[in-house]
Each structure stands twice: as C-alpha cells, then as structure tokens.
C-alpha cells in the first residue's frame, strides 16, 4: 500500500515554468544548485512511511498533484492582515513575505554598522560573498528530497549576517503569510543566517495563513554560530489547520557559541518540523525547546537530532505535547555523541498530554552515544489531567471547563515561561488560552 | 443547614456509607470521630461532589437545595468549603492564581464583580499573618513541596479567604505542631457565627479543646454508631472505639 517513494512530476515540471518566469533575476550563480538539486529531487521524490524518518508522517498528500507553485498560481483577491502577528516596528525589524513574494521591511535604520539584514532575494544578488559559502551547504540535498526541492525553488526569506562582537538589541521578525486562494499553493521559504564570532541577536520566525486555505510550506533554515556567538531563535507555526508544514532547521555551531531554539506548533493539518544541530567545538550550549498543540485531525511531528561532535558541550532539549480530538503527535529526538565529545552533557524530555481517547502520541528518544564519559539522560511522559487535581479546583467553586484549562496551561506553561522575549511569550500564552476552553476567562484574570 | 439522610455511597463496587444520617444546623459545630478506614473522608469528599463516590441511596439537603443535584464548582459557589485531607499538589499553577481564580469564579456565579487586585492582594497577606504562614507561599505552585504542616495551613487560608457557610474540615489537624494547632484552631474559631456551621473531622480530643464541638458522632464502618456532646470525644479518647462498636452491635444506629 504504502510506496517505497512518491515522486511528484508536476513539482518537477513546475521548475521548468518557474525558471523561465523568473529568468530576469540576477542571481544565476546559484542555478547550477537549483538545477542538481531539482535533479536529486527527481529521483528521490518526497519521503513515504517506508522510511524510518517518517513511519508515523505519511506526506502522500503533498504528493497529489493539485499543489502549484505559489508565484505562478496567479493573484488572490483577499489578504491576510498581517497586523495581528507582529510585533511592531519599534519593537522588532519586521519583514513580511505574502505568497513567497517581499511585501515590506520595516525601516531598520538604526542597525549597527555592518549588520546585513535583508530578504534573501536581494541577498542572492547583492550579497553573493557572504550568501555563496553557506547557502546549501548543511541541508541535506542528497538525502531529503524536501530540502532538495526547497533548494531549487528557494527565492525569498531572510538572510541575516552580524559581524564580529556586534550585538544587535532589536529582534528580527520575518513573517510569512499565505492568502486564500482558487488553487492549492506552495511555497519555499528560505532563511540563511549567519552569526560571526561574538554576535548576539534574537530572530522571530511567524508563519500563518488564511484559516480556509489547503497550501503547503515548504521551509528550510541554515544557522552558522561562530565562536562565542549568540542566537536566541522563537518560530511560531500558525499556519491553518488545512495546511501542510514542512519545516527543516540546520545550525552549525562552533566553539563556545549559544543556540536557544523554540518551536511554537499550534498549526497546520499536518506539521513536521526538523531541528538538526550540529556541536563541531567545544563549550557550546544548545537549548531545544518546543509546544505543540494538536485538535481535531492535526497532526505534528517534531524530529529533533543533536550531533555532539566535540567535547564539554551541553544540550537540553524539552518538547512538550498537548493533544485533544483525534489528534496525532510524533516526537523522535536523537541524540548522537561520538567518539571525541567526552564529558558530553545532555537531557532531553518530551512529555505529552492526551486530553481525549482518541489522540495519540508516539515518541521515541534515540541515543547514540561512543564516548565512554559522558552525562544523558533522557525521559518522555504520556498523560492525562490529573482527576484529583480536577476536583480540587471545582471545589474551589472552578467550573470543569476551566479547572481543565488551568491544568492544561499550568502544564504548558514550563515552555511558555522559558520564551524570553516577552511580546512572543505572551502572544503564546494568549493563542492558548483561546485554544482552551473557558480560557477567556483565564485570560482576564491573568 | 445541612440535613442528611440514609446517605449510601460506594466507590467502584465496594459499599463505604452504608446510611448516613446528620443534622446540622447554622452555629453549630460537629465533630466527626471513628477508625480508620470508616469512611470519614468518603463522607466529606461525597458532601464536597466528587464524582468517584457514587450516591446509591438516600438525600442531602443543604440551605433547602437538593445539595446531590449540584455540580462540585456549584456546592463550593453556595458556600462548601473542604479542607482536603490530602491537599493535591498543582505544579504550574500559583496559590495566588489559584486563589484568584477561585474567587473570581465564585463571584461570577453570585453575579459579583470581580475583586480588585490590589484589595485581593492585601487581604490574602492579612489571611496569612494570622496564620503565621510564609507570604512566599503565595508565589509558590499550589501545595507543590509544601511541608505537611504548610499543606494544611494553606487549606485554612483558602478557607479564611473563601468566607464559606459550611466548612468541612478533613483531619486538618493532622501533622500540625503544637503552635500551628492553635494559630489553625485560633483561625477556624474565627470563622464561628450563627450563621455558619462547621464540620470537623478529627482523631484527637485535642483540637476539641480549642475548637469546642456541639456535637460528637462516631462513624464506623459506613454507619454514625453514636452521638454525643462534646464529652463524647473525652470517654472515646480513654476507652478507645472498640466499646462503641462493641454498644453498636446490640441497637440501631444511634441518630444525631
Ligand atoms: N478510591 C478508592 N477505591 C477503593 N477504596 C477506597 C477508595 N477511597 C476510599 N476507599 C476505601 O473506603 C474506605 C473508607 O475510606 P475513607 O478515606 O473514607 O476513611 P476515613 O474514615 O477517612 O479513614 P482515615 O481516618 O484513615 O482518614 C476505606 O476502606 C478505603 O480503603
Ligand atoms: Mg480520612
């Protein structure tokens, strides 16, 4: 029943359309890329059950045939205000993509010198020198075809460079919208940042799209951390509950450098996110932090691999699931330590809450581990709310309804706690509380 | 205020109150005494709501209302307060949040408007003075690593905070220290008005000396076997619930 690969012909004949379309932009120097991976594309096609990767994750639907490249699917006549998930000009540098397209970059006038921070379209061009030695080079074109076929559509995202010991105060927000539309539509969101020694800064990452819309993101992230720099990095997944969310996420961490990365899935019909990390020095600190929120017949999976290369670094990983109606989770966090990473120290946890018989999780820690002195531990919880705790809050004269959002909210709020950055922590909290019911409540009296 | 009769309840198949019947009315002050296991807290949490205790038979009247009618969040919003013999632990979620949304929902249900933050805040930290407990506490999860003695002062001070018509009390004396004893005893005392009653279960005669009872029943295996005035809770501390029981078994059980 299930095949060994779904290959998806018209993705690929959409290139061909596609490249003649767009043949006016100037950053050919990439099309050699774009054209192999294409290529890759072709013969590997989109990931099946078969795969270990993807047992629980059946993506045959993004292989139907219906999903057209969102550039040449034509204009749509209602737009998403993007208002409701920014954050403000004075508060982030924000950047909104509308269909795979640029639509605005708030004045960021008082970046500090040296500082690129642009759509990656212009940055294709306008920035080659610093795009060409990393765009492409720690996604897995060979193996994922996702990434492959978002390496040869990629066009628009944000490319953020800091240069050495520069710290930038003010968060970058890129937000991608997607409107409703006649046609099922694709998009490749594509991100490249690049962080020298010693750079610091927070980046926001927003997805979201008309709540009606059937569309398919197809994201892919790569994060360089030099010596000692800092990235503090929050995406929050939004995208309507009829969409697919393909999202991959690849950082190169060196020496001593920290990475705090927060996945916020709420939505989608199917969501799965990726995070790869990879530890190459020593003294590096990486924090793996996420929530997800499944309803109806959503389902969201999170493969998370940390790959500690080298010695005395430390990762802490916690993943916390809460599933109503018949939703599914799908939670796998490898953890690999080689041969050289003694004195690795790592933690990882996923705890799941099922508030309905019929939502499943399946979650599986997988540790590699070939150094003889290291500290792992790993730990995964399935659940439900508690009754004694129940009963304890109405009789306290709470309702159920809200006796049960308290517990569910008190359970996701260790992760929501950790969001440093106040706007996003309490838009979360905010966006859970009206996921809860009698949560409006809650709300008021917070 | 409260009148129960031939109350029967049973959790999964195992029969616990076999017939209960209780009278009390407003002032008053009751003592509830028997071994362990009788069915003491099957009573309390059953008169509180819980859904595991099955009522099989018989009626509870409470203010003239069919108290098994109303939903637990219901029976507190009418003034039922149970100080938990075990109070739950709830990580995540603060004893001021907690306590804010307790009165908050009871306030909604009376058609009150919500308490002002400030007037919240500053009574809760005068509830707690009087009660001698750590004003950290309102910052802490709920009961969450709360010493055993802290657990069941915070039940008072939710009590203290709540203002109910009729608190049970569910060994809330167990595990208390001396000093902590008399500032609960002190804070329950407190709550004494013609218009409220109280419900006190209890092993020792002790907490009876400060908080002096109108009445002394003995529930043993599901049944009240005897009743009494406060003197009761003297003789059973000498001869211990074997003659009760022992008396029990000759006539019907004894109605308060
Ligand atoms: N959830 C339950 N499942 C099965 N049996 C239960 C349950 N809860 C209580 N019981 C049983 O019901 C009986 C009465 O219990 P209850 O807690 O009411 O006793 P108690 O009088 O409060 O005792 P103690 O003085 O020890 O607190 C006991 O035999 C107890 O084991
Ligand atoms: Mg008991």
Redesign the pocket.
Known sequence: MTKEKESAPHLVGQFEQWKLARSANGSGWFDAVRESAISRFAEIGIPTPKMEDYRFTNLAPLARGSFQHIAIAGDNKNKLDPDPYLYGDSTAVEIVVRNGCLESVSAAGDLPEGVVVVPLSEALHSYRELVEPHLAQYAPIESEGLAALNTAFLEEGLFVHVPRNVILQKPVHILYLTDPGDRETVSYPRNLWILEEGADLTILESYAGDREATYWTNTLTEIVLGENAALRHYKLQLESEKAYHIGRLHAKQERASRLSTYSISFGSRIARNDVNLALEGEGIHSIMDGLYLGDNDQLIDHHTFVDHVSPNCESRENYKGILSGKSKGVFNGKILVRRDAQKTDAVQTNRNLLLSDHATINTKPQLEIYADDVKCTHGATIGQLDRESLFYLQARGIDKDTARSILINAFAGEIVERLEFEPMRSRVESLLYDRLPGGSALKEWR | MLEIKELKAR??D?E?LKGINLTIRAGEVHALM????????????ALAGRE??EVTGGEVTYEGKNLLDLAPEDRACEGIFLAF?YPVEIPGVSTLYFLKAAMNAMNKYHGRSALDAMDFLALAKKKMSDLNMDQSLLHRSVNEGFSGGEKKKNEIFQMAMLDPKLAIL??TDSGLDIDALRIVADGVNRLRDPARAILV?T?YQRLLEYIVPDRVHV?SD?RIVKSGGKELALELEKRGYSWVKEQAGDTSPAVS
Do not use: F, M, R
Request: proline residues 4%; aromatic residues 4%; hydrophobic residues 25%.
């Open positions: 959790i999964g195992k616990i028997g071994p362990n296991g009788s069915g003491k807290s099957t009573l309390a949490q595991e205790y013999q569910d060994e279960v092993h529930l599901g």
